[in-house]
């Protein structure tokens, strides 16, 4: 294992101002995007989608690093430039997705692990060749009656721990993502309860697998109220809450902390993080890696239509910088208000 290179890769992540996009949606996911604005699924159109992102003039301001499905790290520019040098020569570094989706927990109605673990050694191992520096393994929790189980709780976390080892004797920054979804009725109490336990049965497992905390990133989700809970929370709250979470159970070792934003508004998730960055200095960065909520205006304003994708590269590098500005504790909601 390259710890130097771990360390620097993964600080490099989480530099000041700066934030992931989550650009890596599998084929299904991407149709669905493409389906709210009424653009076909081809492989081309999802390239030149892509590449509107990764050419968005001033992205590395605020983006340190996009997260790619397998597909777009073969894929190239216009150009003819590879997407993954592309980003590398713009000081973004280039990851990639590596899990295999979510199935059925067997036994368990209602409860999911995630796939991937077979030949995942061979994979990094040609990921690294195509560029890559950094990978992502998303696991996913649900809240609802009676669950999550602790077999799911474990199960899960144990799969992150040994996604996490593999990537790191590939010289590859493991992105741990246990997502706890915001779907459903819970309040923002139970979000926490089970965040907490997520977190806590992760880092067991990842310091069980000897994974080295110097050399990851956290993505988490932030600790919110269901989406279908009537009592909001206030978004002091929610920081209150997800900060609280994150110092009883994240080891200070790990560099960056990487939010998803799970269904958030765009200006919901900014604020959040706003928020949780001037609640004072934490052991660890804490950033974003968005897909949702850095892409939803740009989607919009493309449409799959040409002459629209300097306007969606406009409220893309927006919706980035705010997010820069919010990792530093310093956006203000009156930005909103400025023209892409
Ligand atoms: C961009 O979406 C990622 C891939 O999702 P699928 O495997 O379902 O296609 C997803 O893992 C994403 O990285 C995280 O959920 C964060 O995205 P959001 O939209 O929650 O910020």
């Given amino acids: 294992m390259n710890r130097t290179v771990l360390t620097s890769v993964a600080r490099a992540m989480v530099s000041p101002g700066r934030g992931l996009l989550a650009a890596d949606e ?18 081309e159109n999802r ?27 073969r894929q190239a520019a216009r150009s003819g430039e590879r997407f993954a040098d592309l980003l590398s020569r713009q000081g973004i570094v280039p ?30 191992a040609e990921y690294h060749k195509l560029g890559a520096g950094f990978a992502k393994w998303r696991a996913v929790i649900d809240i609802g009656a009676g669950i999550p189980s602790r077999t799911c709780i474990e ?24 997502e706890v979804l915001m779907d459903g009725g819970h309040t923002i109490e139970r979000c926490e309860e089970v ?9 067991a497992r990842l310091a069980a697998h000897r994974v080295y905390f110097e ?43 990487a939010f998803l934003s799970g269904g958030q ?32 205006s740009a989607l919009t304003a493309w449409r799959g239509v040409t002459a629209n994708v300097a306007a969606a590269q406009r409220e893309f590098a927006k919706r980035a910088r705010l997010n820069g500005l919010a990792s530093l504790g310093k956006y203000e909601p009156t930005l909103e208000k400025q023209a892409a």
Avoid at 26 to 38: E, V
Avoid at 101 to 118: A, H, M
Avoid at 195 to 203: G, H, I
Avoid at 268 to 288: C, K, M, V, Y
Wanted: charge should be negative; hydrophobic fraction near 45%.
């Fill in 95 to 124: 990851g990639i997705k590596v899990d295999g989706g979510t199935k059925s927990l067997p036994n368990f109605p209602g409860e999911l692990v995630t796939d991937g673990l077979d030949g995942l050694a061979a994979r990094l």
């Fill in 26 to 43: 599998s084929t299904g996911t991407i149709k669905k995007r493409f389906d709210q604005i009424g653009v076909e699924s081809t492989e």
């Fill in 155 to 178: 199960s899960n976390a144990d799969l992150l721990a040994r996604y996490a080892a593999l990537c790191q004797e590939a010289a590859i920054v493991p992105i741990v993502e246990p």
């Fill in 265 to 296: 508004s765009e200006a919901e998730a900014t604020l959040h993080l706003d928020l949780i960055n001037r609640a004072g200095t934490q052991p660890w960065a804490l950033s974003f890696s968005y897909g949702r909520a850095l892409q939803a």
């Fill in 47 to 73: 390239r030149a989608y892509r590449e509107l992102l990764f050419t968005a003039p001033g992205l590395a301001e605020s983006i340190s690093g996009v997260i790619l499905y397998d597909e777009t790290l």
């Fill in 215 to 257: 050399g990851m990133v956290l993505k988490p989700n932030m600790v919110v109220a269901g989406a279908k809970c009537a009592e909001r929370a206030s978004a002091e709250q929610v920081a209150e809450a997800t900060l609280r979470c994150l110092r009883r159970r994240v080891p200070a070792a790990v560099p960056g902390i």
């Fill in 195 to 203: 965040t907490d336990a997520v977190l806590a049965e992760v880092f």
